[in-house]
């Protein structure tokens, strides 16, 4: 069966910053998602998988606004100590709202940086700005049930359970 839209996808891949040559990410247990516009992979992925069959490989270099984004300077903020946990460390991430954004906008900011009386956040992906290549072979195609479609993700194993 080859990959079509409303197909169950497995696969397992790679993916490796393009910039530092680093293997960001290798998947051994194949993942599943419903082939077709769900945003379960990203669209160029997806793009590149139409047609394809079980055992065919793949490969697709991303530049960042079709990966994680560009990176954006305005998403690092410096706020006061006082707003955080004692124990806060680089590292650690909170929830909060864009600067500007609706409320019910939030974003996972990262602390970056933490001083006497300061605490640095960064609401960027860690993988914003980077160019990243996706490699993998497809696994497994199926037909999606009703219930994968209506809900836009795969059930069972490899997928979500509710």
């Known amino acids: 069966m080859?990959?079509?839209k409303d197909t169950v996808v497995s696969l397992r891949y790679e993916m490796t910053d393009v910039g530092e040559g680093a293997?960001?990410?290798?998947v051994d247990t194949p993942i599943s998602y419903v082939h077709g516009g769900y945003d379960g992979i990203f669209p160029l992925v997806e793009e590149v998988l139409q047609g394809k069959d079980v055992g065919e490989s793949f490969s697709v270099t991303m530049k960042p606004d079709d990966a994680f984004g560009e990176y954006e300077?305005?998403?690092v903020r410096v706020e006061?100590?006082?707003l955080f946990p004692k124990e806060v460390a680089v590292g650690m991430q909170f929830?909060?709202?864009a600067e500007g954004d609706d409320e019910d906008d939030f974003l996972l900011y990262t602390v970056i940086d933490v001083s006497d009386d300061e605490v640095t956040v960064d609401g960027n992906h860690p993988l914003a700005g980077k160019t990243v290549r996706f490699d993998g072979v497809v696994t497994g195609?199926?037909?999606a049930t009703q219930e994968?479609?209506?809900?836009g993700?795969?059930?069972g194993e490899g997928g979500h359970h509710h």
Do not use: M
């Open 2 to 4: 080859k990959i079509v």
């Open 23 to 26: 293997l960001i990410e290798k």
């Open 73 to 75: 300077h305005e998403l």
């Open 80 to 82: 006061p100590r006082s």
């Open 95 to 97: 929830e909060g709202g």
């Open 141 to 143: 195609v199926r037909a």
């Open 148 to 151: 994968e479609l209506d809900h």
């Open 153 to 155: 993700h795969v059930h």
